[in-house]
């Protein structure tokens, strides 16, 4: 597993170092803009550009870029290895351990921008106090509540956040996978993924309904169909449990039709 | 000992590998020839482990093939298997990490010889120069099987010449080298044997030296000759002139 998890390193870490350079100079940006915020003081002219198009558009950008890494490593290095580039399974490392090691990578690429993400938040935090303008410090506010008041909550969300994410990239590399199996032209395969995305998406969703809906038997479909949408313990099981099947058949398709073949 | 027995191969409805039963014995080099389709890639994938939808048996040390057997067999594949990102210090990082039976010194003794730079990035190369440089990391591997398909594939002639040389100082005792070409002419002075392919099938083999006392004739015009006189048969007959 360290020999896989090393390959994975080896593959991404420039551009995990050029994400981390990216949220540091977002980063940076934000905290000029709220010094330039603070520097005019009352200006309503300026505020308003700095606060909706400067200070909290590229807060939400610092947000958005987050996930990306966790998505996309896991998804693009599976992608890679199953196409006709696919040195790893050369190895004799065993095709469960090679897709957990994307995984546990992912995880741990998305976990340390997680990190870096909030630290800076958090650190920007200290100088949205000193702003006039009530939708920066607004912006901040519920961050930094997060981080200091409600730890326990905190780390609550970041782990469903966690498990979320690798139901997505299982989802994405399972249809991959299926796409694969299916057929042997390349095109259609591709097609076939998007539409086993969908599929599995639709099946998924179909379960949990009907799930909650056997166990919310006394309800009205009203407060059946809100409580679906409502329940976060509820949906971090599912996803929990169809991460899980989506890991054994990407696995066992992927094995029985190994790349290079 | 590396046993084939009764190995077919399917991609839909064409057969690669037809039944084919073969023993392929340490200590010997061997030459798998045929024309283009005749399942050679093929029978190299599935006994290198990575071909799983086949029938009948391949048994190396009387172990089925598989995953764990490539910690025993080296296999070159025929196109090109790399990482963007690697140099061609990565690519014998990347090979001591997962092959225990990886001599590192041995693979930079042998990318000196072939005049590479070790720092240099594998996508910055020409297709020969990454071919020296995988042909070198699979040979560097102390492996029970290596497996070279087309290994000479787009090398130039001393770049050949080199890889040759480098095939024949090989330590072969209880190593099995198989090498797969449709070019036979330049395989003839490293192999001590051969197996002549067709449709998934061997069709002729044996010792080199056992094959030119039987047919009277070069192993290489005994491949010309025997491929003419099947291609004649397929064509009904009558050989097609350009």
Known sequence: ?261 | MLQLENLGVRYGNQIALDGMWYNFLPGHIYGLVGPNGCGKSTLMKTAAGLLKNYTGTVLYEGKRIGTATRARVAYLPTHPVYYRYMSVEDMGAFYEDFFKDFDRNEYRRMISFFGLDPEQKMVNMSTGMVAKVRVAATLSRRAGVILLDEPLNGIDLIGQDQVRQIILSLELEGRIIIIASHMFDQLEAVCDHVVMMNAGKVLIHGDLQSLREQYGMSVSDLYRSTYAQLMQMQAGGGMRTW
């Not at chain 1, 020999?3 to 934000?30: D, H, M, P």
């Not at chain 1, 995984?103 to 106090?129: E, P, Q």
């Not at chain 1, 930094?144 to 609550?156: F, I, M, N, Q, S």
């Not at chain 1, 998406?201 to 409580?227: R, S, Y």
């Open chain 1, 1 to 261: 597993m360290v020999k896989l998890l090393k390959n994975e390193w080896r593959r991404y870490f420039l551009s995990l170092l050029i994400l981390l350079c990216c949220l540091v100079g977002i980063a940076i940006l934000i905290a000029l803009c709220m010094v330039f915020s603070i520097s005019v003081g009352e200006d309503e002219s300026y505020n308003e550009l700095l606060s909706n198009a400067g200070t909290v558009g590229l807060l939400s950008m610092l947000m958005m870029m987050i996930p990306f890494a966790g998505y996309v490593y896991p998804i693009l290095s599976y992608a890679t290895d199953v196409g006709k580039k696919g040195m790893i399974f050369l190895t004799p490392s065993p095709t469960w351990l090679v897709i957990l090691s994307k995984l546990i990578f992912g995880v741990a690429a998305h976990a340390a921008l997680l990190l870096v993400g909030d630290g800076l938040t958090w650190l920007l935090g200290f100088l949205a106090d000193s702003c006039t303008n009530q939708d920066v410090v607004e912006a901040f506010y519920s961050v930094r509540l997060w981080e200091t008041d409600h730890v326990l909550a905190w780390l609550l969300l970041r782990g469903q956040g966690l498990i979320f994410l690798v139901h997505t990239a299982l989802l994405i590399m399972g249809s991959i996978a299926l796409g694969r199996y299916a057929s042997n032209s390349a095109p259609a395969q591709v097609l076939l993924a998007i539409v086993f995305y969908y599929l599995i998406g639709l099946i998924e969703t179909l379960l949990q309904a009907i799930v909650v809906f056997i166990f919310n038997e006394g309800d009205g479909l009203f407060d059946w169909f809100v409580g679906l949408f409502e329940s976060t313990s509820y949906s971090i099981l599912f996803y929990l449990a169809y991460a899980i099947i989506l890991y054994i058949i990407c696995t066992v398709l992927t094995d029985k039709k190994v790349n290079l073949s």
